[in-house]
């Protein structure tokens, strides 16, 4: 069964650099769309972008200036970087695996509570 | 405001047929496949529908999806206390070239 593990900083100050991992345990990494997705405190869900194995992304529009998705495929591993952090980034963060890019997101990290605050 | 319009709340009592309703557009669902993801309080959301009105292997057939033109709609039947949760739809949007949420829905059982 695959699962996600997810981990980076919890706390950061605003104009620093957002950084996430997220492993992927028990199944391949190859053949599927490796995904990022908000929610801030209280509100909905927010895509952030998509990478597949191959390196191809895909980034919302609006944040596509800040945002930077990597993978390391010997460590079935995928990164998100958001720079220029402000108290709007201010979220719970999940990393979720997409069935051929497709919105068919499962499984999904555990999630990951960033707070931007001075 | 997201594009995708979803009531904000819904209620129903146990054993009752419930509807969440998701208002999009000619570049989203009118275009798309629309899917549904439940979350429970303090949890990640879980695929409940994809491709309109199809069910990830694990799900109960008492959720169902449908679309018609540019809305698409979750039912829920057999309503139980375990389904108190946050309903959300998805889907891409052509147009601005993103996958766009709606708001969510707070379904109670009452």
């Known amino acids: 069964q695959v699962q996600l593990q997810q981990w980076g900083a919890g706390l950061l100050k605003p104009s620093e650099t957002l950084s996430l991992t997220c492993a992927v345990y028990g199944g391949s990494f190859s053949g599927y769309y490796w995904s990022w997705i908000r929610q801030p405190p209280g509100k909905g869900l927010e895509w952030i972008g998509e990478i597949n194995p191959g390196g191809r992304t895909n980034y919302k529009p609006s944040l596509k200036s800040r945002v930077t998705l990597s993978l390391d495929t010997s460590k079935n591993q995928f990164t998100l970087k958001l720079r220029s952090v402000t108290a709007a980034d201010t979220a719970v963060y999940y990393c979720a695996r997409d069935y051929d890019s497709s919105g068919y997101y499962y499984p999904w990290g555990q999630g990951t509570l960033v707070t931007v605050s001075s | ?110």
């Open chain 2, 1 to 110: 405001q997201s594009v995708l319009t979803q009531p904000p709340s819904a209620s129903g009592t146990p054993g009752q047929r419930v509807t969440i309703s998701c208002s999009g557009s000619s570049s989203n669902i009118g275009t798309n496949y629309v899917y549904w993801y439940q979350q429970l309080p303090g949890t990640a959301p879980k695929l409940l529908i994809y491709k309109n009105n199809q069910w990830p292997s694990g799900v109960p057939d008492r959720f169902s999806g449908s679309k018609s033109g540019t809305s698409a709609s979750l039912a829920i039947s057999g309503l139980r206390s375990e389904d108190e949760a946050d309903y959300y739809c998805a889907v891409w949007d052509d147009s601005l070239s993103d996958r766009v949420f709606g708001g969510g829905t707070k379904l109670t059982v009452l």
